[in-house]
């Protein structure tokens, strides 16, 4: 019977083991250059049709401000976490028009003027 239950427990040791390597990390600010440091110019909000809130948010670049890309037109959609200025969480609805902002792209983007993708990151200075 102990040579039965031996493999079956090591067995089971290695299957939760595994599932918990596979845990996805929580979503956490980059701690690297933005791709994108400017202001809001223009937010483009989509129904919400089940899937989450999206937008597509215009960010013209502030002079004097180290980033990857100048102007650029984010996709923002409910992957994308969202902060303030302290960390604090918030919500697409409060993202307004002039608000100082910061993102970081998730993946390829568009390589057209001004650039487009999906937003990973962003961090909003209200």
């Not at 899937?51 to 923002?76: P, R, T």
Request: hydrophobic fraction near 40%.
């Amino acid at each position: 019977m102990v040579k039965h239950t031996l493999p079956f427990i090591a067995s089971l040791l290695l299957v939760v083991a595994i599932v918990m390597s596979c845990r996805q990390e929580p979503k956490r600010m980059p701690d690297t250059l933005p791709d994108v440091y400017g202001y809001v110019t223009d937010i483009k909000r989509t129904a919400n049709n089940g899937s989450g809130a999206m937008a597509v948010v215009a960010i013209k670049a502030l002079e004097g401000v180290e980033a990857n890309y100048d102007d650029a037109s984010v996709k923002i959609d409910e992957h994308t976490l969202l902060e303030d200025q302290t960390g604090e969480p918030l919500t697409l609805a409060e993202l307004r028009e002039g608000h100082e902002i910061q993102a970081w792209f998730d993946g390829d983007v568009l390589a057209s003027k001004p650039v487009q993708g999906r937003a990973k990151a962003v961090r909003i200075k209200r």
